[in-house]
């Protein structure tokens, strides 16, 4: 039995206290978050759960053998390495960190020590994606030409991090996972409507090698929520919406088909030429599986699938991807100020 | 009773030969069609339609009074060029010309001889963009931050336009019907997986005066047709899908709302907050209304709507974007190349 | 070149007129309709089409070969009778007659002189109802266990037929195509709310041999148009929407399973099974398919797929449900009145 | 504090285990299912909850103030009647029992005692059946002149249920709600594939008075799970799609409007005439609702909207529809054989 301390109980964290909680080979044995009556709370429905406001009685208590870190971007990097430091494996919420130099440490420090570092990219245990890389694996979408990703909704407007920082790890690891390469060149372009500095509209065009191209429309401004990513390959194509319950994934049997000039001209245009697909999916809660992973790659009973690497790497694409968004961003700035100088001189 | 020749018997061209026929004011006197048998075939169902290998027996007619150019887009320029020297109003497909100084040149023309000159930017007469124009005049989406399309399908390859030029056209002059605006700044990215020379996918951002971004998505590589606008405000949201059927324009009662930060952290998510309106659209067929537009025009009984200036406008902004299309691909051309370049020196 | 007269000219009418002009080996000789202006209309547009106000200058006419009937259902057994007597071949639009005597007395007399006796049931050449066929025929469903319709809009609440007559002929043709076999057992029940002789809402309940069963749920009251036949088999089903553009039939690679009373307790609701597939359908207008047939059968290069004899069961079957419909209509009113009566007695 | 005994913990009774231990005015003190293994279970994760194998100890313990009966439908009554014979007030799944004499039976032993008698008919709880409510008694939708539902999926094939007692009770509980009628006549109409006594499809057409016509389409034998009321007035019509995440419910301001017979012959088919309305939902869970209610009323803070009065009703219509539907499948089954009989005496 693994006992786990569960650092943060916003949102995402009282999902993972259900999740810990009805794993079998998991003891959650303590929960830190500083929020008022939590203790209270706890002590009725959850006797055997400690409740700490603060890290340190986790960090010293060696009974613990793993934590799971689901407080904002900011505290992640600390609190891991104070968890990696006492000996404790680590799982954290993604993005993993603030920057890659941070990334980096841990990594560094989790391998020195023997230990588990683990990113909860959940997507990477969502049937679709594992359906996706499926299809991408096999060569079943022939050559991928690009990736599509719709990934828009009201944002939280979270403190701590920007409409990037937000959405595109999902993407970027899904990236990762299907196509295994870092972005060659990354352009991006947005808007700060609400808060000055902080974009809440993202676009990011990411080049790879081998002629893919990935592009990410990624909004806090829209109340229709979408969550649409094609993958456009020469055999076939795939979407995914997350929101269609009934047929989340669909297989295009279509690819670029060429005409002669002469047979173009008696074309009319079709919505699509082949059949469709949409294979059924596996129904369990991906959450799930995440955690038991992080328990059996604790026990080295499996190899971590979305271990510190691969966050890592998220982490660096983020960072160039916010440091070509700051350059656009002052552009335009600069650009639309310029233009209103010389609206208001020629007045 | 205005006699029209119609230049250009391709796919569009068909539908405007019917469109012209079935307009009474109008009397479709000549097509010009270099195709084969189109002579013999228009003979019998339509003996007193004149059929013409080359332009310049219509230009020589002093009978006709206006002609309609459905032809590809190199040859606008001189076609449009000649109909107007020889006092004929005009008509001219989408986009106008290949080049700003030609539609320049265009609009001079037909003001000097005081000539209609219009162009067939028939989305501005669908129901849906009219009453998307209506909500963004009155102000009823309140103030507004983005303009989102997502136009993507299997593309037929034209030899003489790329996706830019093919797709962009549409969504450029329905901004500029419900903004009336050109963009202060441009930024573009894209791919040319078929053609070396011409981008099959285009994204385009387009950054107006007042905190309006715009944002495109185009594409010739999707077997899923999509055509999709998203326009956003501070009152209510806009989503036009071309393609349901059923309901195509929704207009969401949400905005961005702002929460203390105490409260955010109750939040779950959710799909959207406020009720969902979809207006009944009028069911008439946009050409039908273009076609009767030009007439009314040409008699001068009603302004212009989609004349030479809007085109211009559009072409040069297709040009603008076409700059920094071009810009960006060699850029990640030259990223890519010398990054493989690294990878045989590393070898 | 067969030569064709049209009667009627109504929404339909003007349909076939399209497609009997379009069709290369057709020639449109004749149409009847007494329609003011429709003549001076027709003179312009298409002089070599004579124009009658009624029937007799087109029955004497030898030179005329074939008739097309799309009249009111009333006066089709009178205008077919003459044709086939004048020894022209008929197409004739659904329902073929009022009642199955008539049916019958065209089948003979068609039979008799060796004339072309077609029913439009244009459905059977729709590329859905096709594939549809393909997938019974093979038995890829499985053994059939249900056919469900629900076919309702906001009505045109034509005179001389009920909303069974109106819609009804769809259902009864595609099943007698698919499963050729005619019900052992009818149960009806609807409602009066327009006209309180004509049903327009009804629904049916068809028995057939083999443990097939058919509903109708047909309505000329609903503000929603739904278009939607499930047939479900021991191995597959397949749902056709008419209404839906991109994925007008699926095929749910679904059927019953059995679990033990033991596992059952541990289901928890899904939404489907199996995967789902889409097939491509060939795009072509199912009408210029029907005429196409209609002059091939005459030349005896091809089987009626759609004959008399297939209108006089679709027919035969509505008689049938009509009696069980009236009977159901005549208690339920009964029982109402009865049930008003006693209330009032009571009071 | 109320203390509640909760009676079956299969797919139901789970979900009630959950919400009644979270509500904080309910204690559940005790849970009887004879299921192997469950004591222990709860024991880890509930040591305050007792687990009883039978009913005996919780009708004998008189500090359990409440029961809450999920167990299979035969046994409702025993179990309901014990309980308020020991003084306890009583929540039942629905259907309330399995015949109208033993639902009269526990209406009056409530009434007597001044005990709650309520039915979890959960969906007269849900946010959209209120909405509708709210739309036909304020006369939004005008006239009503039908109900419509489709309600299919593959079954569960319980054993004490047929199709129509396993799925028409939620239909006739929300027609109760939102009409105040019982039936005046009814008209059934099934098969059975599965299991010969028990119909897994059954089609039912109950009148009201006033006009009102309802139809159920419910089925076990689909593998497209359908959940759709429509209800058509004489302003409005409003449609009820439970499998709609984002717009569930949606209002179509359209009527049935008349034209002159003149005017029809003009109309092309047309989808929809008005506009259509998306009204936000309120998004709590109704279970939660449903127990909170409960608690109120045996306080007597609120007066019961789903008492035991609703419940006989909803038993009444269910036997008189189970009589129709037993004729119609006797009458069927023997028209079937006849035929069959006929064809084999042929040959």
């Not at 469709?276 to 596996?282: E, G, K």
Request: aromatic residues 8%.
């Amino acid at each position: 039995m693994i006992k786990v301390a569960l650092f943060g109980m916003g949102y995402w964290g009282r999902n993972l206290f259900r999740v810990i909680s009805s794993n079998p080979g998991l003891q959650l044995a303590a929960v830190v978050d500083p929020a008022p009556g939590l203790q209270e709370r706890l002590a009725a429905s959850h006797p055997n759960v400690k409740v700490y406001p603060d890290a340190a009685p986790v960090m010293a208590d060696s009974d613990i053998d793993a934590v799971v870190i689901a407080t904002p971007v900011a505290s992640h990097y600390d609190l891991a390495r104070a968890a990696l430091d006492a000996g404790k494996h680590v799982m954290v919420e993604k993005p993993m960190c603030s920057s890659s130099d941070e990334a980096a440490d841990l990594v560094f420090r989790a391998a020195a020590r023997g230990l588990t570092l683990m990113v909860d990219h959940t997507f990477l245990f969502h049937p679709a994606v594992m359906k996706l890389a499926e299809l991408v694996h096999s060569e079943a979408l022939g050559r991928i030409s690009y990736f599509d990703s719709q990934r828009v909704n009201l944002g939280l407007f979270q403190p701590d991090v920007n409409v990037l920082w937000d959405l595109a790890p999902h993407d970027l690891s899904i990236i990762d996972y299907l196509f295994q390469h870092e972005p060659v060149e990354i352009e991006a372009s947005g808007y700060c409507h609400v808060n000055p500095t902080s974009p809440d509209i993202a676009y990011l065009t990411f080049h790879y090698p081998g002629s893919m191209v990935a592009h990410l429309n990624l909004s806090w401004m829209s109340p229709v929520k979408v969550r649409r990513i094609a993958v456009g390959g020469s055999a076939q194509m795939a979407v995914w919406d997350d929101l269609n319950r009934e047929e989340p994934l669909k297989v295009y049997d279509s690819g670029i088909t060429f005409q002669s000039e002469q047979e173009r001209h008696m074309i009319l245009p079709s919505y699509r030429i082949g059949s469709v697909h949409s294979p059924r999916l596996a129904g369990s809660e991906p959450l799930v599986d995440v955690l038991e992973h992080f328990r059996r790659v604790i026990l080295g009973q499996e190899r971590c699938k979305t271990d510190g690497r691969l966050g890592l790497r998220v982490v660096r694409t983020l960072e160039q991807a916010q440091a070509k968004l700051d350059f656009s961003l002052r552009r335009v700035r600069n650009g639309l100020a310029a233009q209103q100088a010389s609206v208001v001189a020629a007045e």
